[in-house]
């Protein structure tokens, strides 16, 4: 079995495409922000379909959920949407969980809500740059793969937590981790589709 974690792809259908070709995985799960801000949600969506890939919602996953149903915007396939409305905030498996932005740092899964469960980066809260991150705080079982943060591109501190964010959409690359080679598989974007904001 080879499973493979992407971080946030963003309709960044070539380098997912790219990345699934690379890894030779029998397993994809994805962490969260699938279609948005990027070139092409419609490819990304056809790459889902074709490996069976699952994944946790991410906070631009819920917005393309809203986004639909309150202003009748379509960012994403519908069948997409249909999907992205089934989606769990966690995944785990023996010796992981998979999350999109973190976890409650003392209460882990218990205790970590669909806010911190999308969007948290710093603990509690991301109102100074004085709160510590919420993966500084964790001493959680197991390893905790996540997405959401690319500001700090590859978080790797294994074998607590792991963040997978490293920016494609914003010119950087897009990041896999192959859980039981464990090993790190990225490449490069193609273009900067978004500038990333400061």
Known sequence: MRTLFVGDVHGCS???????????????????????????????WDLIERCSAVSVLGNHDASVIRRHDRQKQVLAPEAAIAWLR????????????????????????????????TTVRRWPDDSSEENPFWWECYDGPGLVLYGHDARRQLVDRR??????????????????????ADTLLSVPARAEYCPIRS
């Not at 380098?15 to 990304?44: H, M, N, W, Y």
């Not at 920016?167 to 039981?180: A, P, Q």
């Open 86 to 117: 089934t989606l769990p905030l966690t995944l785990s498996g023996p010796g992981w969980l998979a999350v999109h932005a973190g976890l409650h740092p003392t209460g882990g899964v218990a205790e970590t809500t669909a806010a911190i469960a």
């Open 159 to 180: 074998p607590q937590t792991l963040g997978l964010d490293t920016g494609c959409v914003y010119g950087k690359r897009l990041t896999g981790y192959l859980l039981e």
């Open 14 to 44: 070539g380098e997912l495409e790219e990345l699934l070709s690379r890894a030779g995985a029998d397993r994809v799960i994805l962490l969260g922000d699938l279609f948005t801000k990027g070139p092409d949600p419609a490819g990304v």
